[in-house]
């Protein structure tokens, strides 16, 4: 006689209704261990995509600008003390003997699209001037924007030769109109950045008045001019806007060179990976002993249906998987809640601020891997309860 198979996937689609039925009967229990995970995971993403955007945006800042000149940036604990960064700042800067020119910049992360193509994560650089800052800048065809344009805020762009190869062959040409952030804008010229990511230029006032770009996180790109000595422009700079904007100045802005830039490049990773671990280690921690109790008292909970499923015929590795692969089932609804909420206030963070924060596919990948192990971990020692119950003593619900 042959044995009878073991319905491994019958049982897995009944752990996972079991997970269901979890969430049906035991609304507030169940959904608070659920809702734990979700809040672990989508900070860990949120923490990581945004220590990875800080140390990409300072790794480009010392690649385009420490070799040439300095940023001032506007300093995050200032709040709303004090005016932020403008235009003003980067004229008054740009007026001293060592400098060769400055301009106010933003930087955000939007989509892009044109006809049926889309490319939602490109990098946008936010200019008041087509100043010395683009003297360095490739630029293939075309032109900058001008002084007009800045002024009335026109809807036009510079486009990287990244950019233009993921747009449509008729969207990429001079005078075509693409969309950005849903908004029409036209292409006037077409550049070589050398950078990994697509990017785009366009006016300040276009950034801000078009777009809703907030002026908070505006910083000064600065260029020295050739035979000064960027520590001297710095500090000259550093001197000139204490001066321009009063006493609380120096709380308000952070005056960075090539040096400053490269040791944050070192030092931003390993402070975000301790941060990370940290988070890690404290919500996954919380999230797993909700969950584990949320499973030890479904368990409790069924005692009669588990005995009566023994009498059935039902063995001690069909109860143990069913428990299993529900805790595993509840544990990645979880990671998939936190993993979306993780991806859209990360995709905000860079609509918001000048930091480049993503969450990747493989990190998105991995966080429902491990989100799914773990809960299947979590899940084993209140499934063995389960299967060890006494026959006799489940159906009196002991």
């Not at 233009?164 to 990429?172: G, I, K």
């Not at 009498?311 to 069909?318: D, E, I, Q």
């Amino acid at each position: 006689m042959r044995p009878r198979p073991f319905p491994f996937l019958a049982l897995l689609a009944e752990g996972a209704a079991s997970a269901a039925d979890a969430l049906q009967a035991s609304t507030r229990r169940t959904g608070f261990a659920v809702a734990a995970v979700a809040a672990s995971v989508c900070a860990i993403l949120v923490a990581g995509a945004a220590s990875r955007g800080i140390s990409a945006r300072l790794e480009r800042d010392a690649a385009a600008d420490g070799a040439r000149g300095f940023v001032v940036y506007p300093w995050p604990a200032a709040g709303r003390r004090g005016r932020p960064l403008g235009s003003a700042d980067a004229r008054a800067i740009a007026s001293l003997p060592q400098v060769a020119g400055a301009a106010a910049h933003q930087a955000v992360v939007v989509p892009v699209s044109a006809a049926d193509h889309l490319v939602p994560d490109v990098a946008l650089d936010a200019y008041d001037g087509a100043s010395p800052v683009f003297d360095d800048a490739d630029l293939l065809r075309g032109r900058w924007f001008t002084a007009g344009e800045q002024s009335r805020a026109a809807p036009v762009v510079v486009i990287d030769d990244r950019l233009a190869a993921r747009l449509a062959p008729a969207s990429r040409a001079l005078g075509a109109e693409i969309e950005i952030a849903h908004q029409p804008f036209r292409i006037v010229g077409i550049y070589h950045d050398g950078g990994p990511d697509p990017r785009a230029i366009v006016p300040l006032a276009t950034a801000r008045g078009v777009l809703g770009v907030a002026p908070r996180w505006t910083d000064v790109v600065v260029r020295t001019r050739d035979g000064a000595r960027i520590e001297d422009a710095m500090q000259a700079a550093r001197a000139r806007l204490t001066g321009e904007r009063g006493a609380t100045a120096p709380g308000t802005f952070l005056v960075a060179g090539a040096e400053r830039l490269r040791d944050g490049t070192r030092f931003v990773p390993v402070a975000a990976r301790l941060t990370t671990a940290s988070l890690a280690a404290l919500g996954l921690t919380g999230a797993g002993i909700a969950m584990f109790a949320a499973m030890m008292l479904s368990v409790r909970d069924r005692v009669r249906e588990i005995g009566l499923r023994k009498v059935l015929g039902a063995t001690r590795a069909a109860i143990l998987l069913q428990f299993v692969v529900e805790s595993a089932t509840l544990a990645t609804l979880g990671g998939a809640v936190g993993l979306a909420a993780g991806r859209v206030i990360a995709m905000l963070l860079a609509g918001a601020t000048p930091i480049p924060a993503s969450v990747s596919g493989a990190a998105a990948l991995t966080t429902i891997g491990l989100t799914l192990l773990a809960g299947a971990a979590l899940g084993c020692p209140p499934a063995v309860r389960a299967a060890r119950l006494d026959v006799l003593h489940a159906l009196r619900g002991e």
